[in-house]
Structure formats: structure tokens, C-alpha cells
């Protein structure tokens, strides 16, 4: 006898979530909001809260239920180890509740006073790099979120060269191997790059005959709505030059992928190949899965992004002015580039071999 289980229409927080849609969130946003406004709910059905009045400690109780509840088994297999969410993530979700709230109250489902007792007054003392303080330093008092967890900053994971021409070498497939060479040349984001279409793809020397007057061999990232559901975060279209390495690989791929009629027809670039629905174009799921396998047989972690923080990391390296890098990553903000400067464990080193040398020169002198 299978039990029925009822779900409840919850209109406020569907109205949120069609406003991120209205804002031009991309689905993968829209989504991952969804899953923490619904985590937030049934805790609430669950607990007897009211979603729409939560006071500071009931917050902070969801807040610890949050890391303290184990997660569900994935797959079929139960793990020997439970695992448990992040603080990080936890204060993620607490974070988009807030949002829900605010949203609540400017629609009058929410009293001021709730909003106003879930953040409080902060002053900058110390400002990141690029902050306008404003003239009178006004843009100094925020407001912060109170419920939240004191977390360290995370470290941004990337991979060296060795490691992508790794990757490159363990992939059995040519789609797979473009993708990653694609990714690691460009800086793209997943997104972008599971949103191309053919006719993005300019790769002759030049390519006046079709109205570009971009030289060279280059790709064009668009913002648009895909089948796949895939998403250009940058509302800017922009090119981006491409080496012969992406140019030589893309031929190959074309020539696996003539080899399934199904993907004819298809204009996006990257579709399936080897699993149903074929022709269809390549999902966020079917890439995680892709570089997963390839992580495993390469024998260390490996996620698109990591892709596009190594590609920043290494045109920075090499002195590239900072505004040509922001421009080829599609930030609108230059602060947004912090995130992919790494310093190596060789950087370091070099810089205290270099002040050693000189300290020896000066000795002999």
C-alpha cells in the first residue's frame, strides 16, 4: 500500500519565483531558489512557524536544523557516512528566505517590522578593493544579514596546465575533449558554452562574408533562451578570440558528430551523442556527469568553472592588461575579477627565492 503525499499551491513564494524570472535570472538560479524556499517551507509546515513572521531565534533555529539535518542519500546507495550541508550553504538559503521576506513585504504579506529585525546596521571599516564610499562615506552603512554563520572566506579552486592537459588526454571522446579545451582557452562559463550555436562559432581567419567584423578565428556569447536550458550570465553580447587548439578540436567534434543523424538538425553546438535523447542538446546534468567521469580517471577534482578560474588566472599571470581580461569574462564590474587571481604555491616560492637571491648579491657586494 503506497502512501499519498499532498503538496501544497504556495502562492507568495511562487510569485517570488516569478519575479526572479522577470528579472531574467537564469533557470539554474530560479531552480536553486526554488529548492531553498522549499526546504524553508516545509520546515515551517513541519515546526508550526509562520513563514511570513519568523522571529530572530526561530531563524537561527533553521539555520542549525539546516547543518545539523543529513541530506538525503544520492542514488540508490546509501553512503557509510552521512553527509551534512555546509555552513556556507546553509547561510545561502537563509539568505534567499530573506529575500522572500522582503519580497513579502513589499506585497504586504509581511510586516516592516519582520524585514527590519532580520538584518542590522553595519560600518565598513574596511572597504574592498574598487568600493565607491560615496562623498560623505555614506555607502559605508550597509545592512547585513543577522542570521548567519561566521564562515572563512573560501579558497576558488583551479587547475594547472598540467592538470588540463590532463583532462584533455583521459577524454575518450572528441565532444568531451572540445569542451574542455574550449573552456580552459576562453574563461567561459558552462553556461555560455552549452548556449552556443553554430552560428557563433567564426572560426575562419576572417569572417566579413557573414557581417562580423571581428579578425580572426573567434566565438561569439550570446544571451538567450535554449532548449537546453542553458544561460549566458553577462546580459553583453561579446566575442572572444579563440587559439587554433579550440579551432583543430571543433573539426574533430564535427566529425564524430556527423556521425549520428539525429544531431542534424540540431543548431545548438554541444549536444548528445551517446545517450537518449540524441540530437538534443547537452544539458547542465549531462556536463557535471562528463566531468566527473573525467575527474575520476584523471585522479583529481575537476568542475567547469575551475576551467574559467585557471584561464583568468593564467592571462592575469602573464600581464594582461586587467580591463582586456574583465572584457574576454564578461564581468561588468571590475571587482568581479578578484575571485579569479590566485597565487600558486610556486608564485610564493619564486617571490622568496627572488628576495633571497638579492639579499645574497647584496652580501657579496
Given at each position: 500500500?503506497?502512501?499519498?503525499?499532498?503538496?501544497?499551491?504556495h502562492?507568495?513564494?511562487?510569485?517570488?519565483?516569478?519575479?526572479?524570472?522577470?528579472?531574467?535570472?537564469?533557470?539554474?538560479?530560479?531552480?536553486?531558489?526554488?529548492?531553498?524556499?522549499?526546504?524553508?517551507l516545509?520546515?515551517?509546515?513541519?515546526?508550526?512557524?509562520?513563514?511570513?513572521?519568523p522571529t530572530?531565534?526561530?531563524?537561527?533555529a533553521?539555520?542549525?536544523?539546516?547543518?545539523?539535518?543529513?541530506?538525503?542519500?544520492?542514488?540508490?546507495?546509501?553512503?557509510?557516512?552521512?553527509?551534512?550541508?555546509?555552513?556556507?550553504?546553509?547561510?545561502h538559503?537563509?539568505?534567499?528566505?530573506?529575500?522572500?521576506?522582503?519580497?513579502g513585504c513589499?506585497?504586504?504579506?509581511?510586516?516592516p517590522?519582520?524585514?527590519?529585525?532580520?538584518?542590522?546596521?553595519?560600518?565598513?571599516?574596511?572597504?574592498?578593493?574598487?568600493?565607491?564610499p560615496?562623498?560623505?562615506?555614506?555607502?559605508?552603512?550597509?545592512?547585513t544579514?543577522?542570521?548567519?554563520?561566521?564562515?572563512?572566506?573560501?579558497?576558488?579552486?583551479?587547475?594547472?596546465?598540467?592538470?588540463?592537459?590532463?583532462?584533455?588526454?583521459v577524454?575518450?571522446?572528441?565532444?568531451?575533449?572540445?569542451?574542455?579545451?574550449?573552456l580552459?582557452?576562453?574563461?567561459m562559463?558552462?553556461?555560455?558554452?552549452?548556449?552556443?550555436?553554430?552560428?557563433?562559432?567564426?572560426?575562419?581567419?576572417?569572417?566579413?562574408?557573414?557581417?562580423?567584423?571581428?579578425?580572426?578565428p573567434?566565438?561569439?556569447?550570446?544571451?538567450?533562451?535554449n532548449?537546453?536550458?542553458?544561460?549566458?550570465?553577462?546580459?553583453?553580447?561579446?566575442?572572444?578570440?579563440?587559439?587554433?587548439?579550440?579551432?583543430d578540436?571543433?573539426?574533430?567534434?564535427?566529425?564524430?558528430?556527423?556521425?549520428?543523424?539525429?544531431a542534424?538538425?540540431?543548431?545548438?553546438?554541444?549536444?548528445?551523442?551517446?545517450?537518449?535523447?540524441?540530437?538534443?542538446?547537452?544539458?547542465?546534468?549531462?556536463?557535471?556527469?562528463?566531468?566527473?567521469?573525467l575527474?575520476?580517471?584523471?585522479?583529481?577534482?575537476?568542475?567547469?568553472?575551475?576551467?574559467?578560474?585557471?584561464?583568468?588566472?593564467?592571462?592575469?599571470?602573464?600581464?594582461?592588461d586587467?580591463?582586456?581580461?574583465?572584457e574576454?569574462?564578461?564581468?561588468?564590474?571590475q571587482?568581479?575579477?578578484?575571485?579569479?587571481?590566485?597565487?600558486a604555491?610556486?608564485?610564493?616560492?619564486?617571490?622568496?627565492?627572488?628576495?633571497?637571491?638579492?639579499?645574497?648579491?647584496?652580501?657579496?657586494?
Open positions: 500500500m503506497s502512501s499519498t503525499v499532498f503538496y501544497d499551491f502562492v507568495e513564494a511562487t510569485a517570488y519565483l516569478a519575479a526572479l524570472r522577470a528579472r531574467d535570472c537564469s533557470p539554474n538560479t530560479e531552480r536553486a531558489y526554488a529548492g531553498r524556499i522549499a526546504l524553508y516545509s520546515y515551517c509546515v513541519r515546526t508550526g512557524m509562520d513563514w511570513a513572521a530572530v531565534w526561530q531563524l537561527g533553521f539555520l542549525r536544523w539546516l547543518v545539523e539535518q543529513p541530506l538525503p542519500p544520492r542514488g540508490r546507495l546509501a553512503p557509510v557516512e552521512p553527509r551534512f550541508r555546509a555552513e556556507g550553504t546553509a547561510n538559503i537563509v539568505t534567499t528566505v530573506c529575500e522572500l521576506l522582503r519580497f513589499l506585497h504586504g504579506w509581511v510586516a517590522e519582520v524585514v527590519a529585525r532580520l538584518s542590522q546596521t553595519k560600518f565598513l571599516a574596511f572597504m574592498p578593493d574598487g568600493f565607491d560615496g562623498e560623505d562615506n555614506q555607502f559605508r552603512t550597509v545592512r544579514t543577522l542570521v548567519k554563520f561566521k564562515v572563512a572566506v573560501p579558497g576558488y579552486e583551479w587547475l594547472d596546465r598540467e592538470q588540463i592537459d590532463e583532462l584533455i588526454r577524454a575518450t571522446r572528441e565532444r568531451d575533449r572540445f569542451l574542455v579545451i574550449l580552459a582557452d576562453t574563461a562559463r558552462i553556461g555560455e558554452a552549452l548556449g552556443l550555436r553554430r552560428e557563433d562559432m567564426h572560426l575562419l581567419a576572417t569572417s566579413r562574408e557573414f557581417g562580423c567584423m571581428f579578425e580572426g573567434h566565438v561569439h556569447v550570446r544571451r538567450r533562451r532548449a537546453n536550458g542553458a544561460w549566458a550570465k553577462a546580459r553583453k553580447p561579446r566575442p572572444i578570440p579563440v587559439t587554433t587548439a579550440v579551432v578540436s571543433y573539426i574533430d567534434y564535427q566529425l564524430e558528430r556527423d556521425l549520428v543523424p539525429e542534424t538538425d540540431c543548431d545548438l553546438v554541444f549536444v548528445n551523442l551517446f545517450h537518449a535523447p540524441l540530437g538534443e542538446g547537452m544539458k547542465y546534468d549531462t556536463a557535471k556527469e562528463m566531468f566527473d567521469r575527474a575520476q580517471r584523471a585522479g583529481f577534482t575537476a568542475r567547469p568553472h575551475m576551467l574559467r578560474h585557471s584561464a583568468a588566472t593564467e592571462l592575469l599571470r602573464q600581464g594582461t586587467r580591463s582586456v581580461v574583465q574576454l569574462l564578461g564581468h561588468v564590474s571587482r568581479s575579477m578578484e575571485v579569479y587571481t590566485h597565487v604555491d610556486k608564485d610564493k616560492r619564486a617571490a622568496v627565492d627572488a628576495v633571497a637571491a638579492a639579499r645574497t648579491t647584496k652580501g657579496r657586494n
